[in-house]
């Protein structure tokens, strides 16, 4: 079955950097869209980033283009999500997660496997 595990959470201050990594295993990697999502204490799941299959379309919500980016390495089976510039409120658990389809949008009803989630933590 297909797993995904998310690794590089952690406690940053405003204005820093970190880089999550999300590994997959269980069918073919390069065959699908990925995505990652977060979720804040409190409130709903939230589309934050997504790439195709590829690695050459993606698309941000707007409260994190330009400081965000994602990307994918199909020979590693991974995709990644470089966080710049960080602010408090993108303090969430971040989850990463794979679509059904070759290239994929910001609906979770788009993907069909998820990870467990990393914490990421931004002190003022």
């Known amino acids: 079955q297909v797993q995904l595990v998310e690794s590089g959470g952690g406690l940053v201050q405003a204005g820093g950097s970190l880089r999550l990594s999300c590994a997959a295993s269980g069918r073919t990697f390069s065959m699908y869209g990925m995505g990652w999502f977060r979720q804040a204490h409190g409130k709903e799941r939230e589309f934050v980033a997504t790439?195709?299959?590829?690695?050459?379309?993606?698309y941000y919500d707007d409260s994190v283009k330009g400081r965000f980016t994602i990307s994918r390495d199909n020979s590693r089976n991974t995709v990644y999500l470089q966080m710049s510039r960080l602010k408090p409120e993108d303090t969430a658990v971040y989850y990463c997660?794979?679509?059904?389809?070759?290239?994929?949008?910001?609906?979770?009803?788009?993907?069909?496997?998820w990870g467990q989630g990393t914490q990421v933590t931004v002190s003022s």
């Open positions: 997660a794979q679509s059904h389809w070759p290239n994929t949008g910001s609906s979770t009803r788009e993907y069909d496997y």
């Open positions: 790439i195709n299959w590829s690695g050459g379309n993606t």
